[in-house]
């Protein structure tokens, strides 16, 4: 069965400090990975997804196979940081996102 | 451009009763998603429409229905509402190509079941 799981439902860290963001997936074929993020009163947007391979707002994610992983990291978190990430796998056939449970991120200054 | 909208906001209805939820799609994208989220979870599939077809289902029972129409703006009902059918609804929207292009999601629209 697919599915992708972000075992951390809140992580907190300092400003200034890295920030990795775990998720795993479980997916029989070729897996295309995104990450969604939600600031507080906006909408679900993306974030990055791995086959463009980019940077965004200092976020880096690598695909892992041998692992099934698709971690989000960052050197050095800011406070504007703080929101709701979600892991998500896209299913090619059927058209659909499965996501994982969403971790919160929240940066201390 | 405009971006996905939702209507309306927030719902209050009563267990038994049937409910309609709206989405415009963002100017262009033919294809639109339609997600259940409940508190603390991230969002679950329903269904997604293609050119006003529906192109793939969640596990989601029969009383979940969609349309979509010409001009690509969708509509999600749901009949004989229960109260686990609270959760906010989320609709999105996105032109395919190869893979998934960029999904664009609305607002959302927050069902409460009584």
């Known amino acids: 069965a697919q599915r992708v799981t972000q075992p951390e439902k809140l992580l907190s860290v300092f400003k200034g400090a890295p920030v990795e963001l775990k998720c795993n997936y479980s997916y029989s074929g070729s897996p295309e990975l995104f990450w969604y993020v939600q600031y507080s009163r906006q909408r679900l947007q993306l974030l990055l997804r791995h086959i463009s391979r980019e940077s965004i707002k200092g976020f880096t994610a690598d695909l892992n196979k041998g692992e099934t992983s698709f971690h989000l990291k960052k050197p050095f978190a800011q406070e504007e940081d703080s929101a709701m990430y979600y892991c998500a796998l896209f299913k090619g056939n059927t058209g659909k996102l499965i996501f994982g449970q969403g971790t919160t991120l929240q940066v201390k200054p | 451009e405009t971006g996905v909208t939702q209507s309306p906001t927030h719902l209050i209805k009563t267990r038994g009763q049937q409910v309609t939820l709206r989405c415009s799609s963002q100017s262009g994208h033919n294809t639109v998603s339609w997600y259940q989220q409940a508190l603390g979870q991230g969002p679950q599939f329903i269904f997604q429409?293609?050119?006003?077809?529906?192109?793939g289902r969640g596990n989601f029972p029969p009383r979940f229905s969609g349309l979509q129409f010409p001009n690509y703006s969708s509509e999600l009902n749901v009949n004989a509402l229960e109260l686990d059918d609270s959760a906010l609804y989320l609709c999105?929207?996105?032109?395919?190509?190869?893979?998934?292009?960029?999904?664009?999601f609305g607002q959302g629209t927050r069902l409460t079941v009584v």
């Open positions: 429409y293609y050119r006003e077809e529906e192109n």
């Open positions: 999105a929207s996105s032109l395919p190509g190869q893979g998934l292009t960029e999904a664009f």
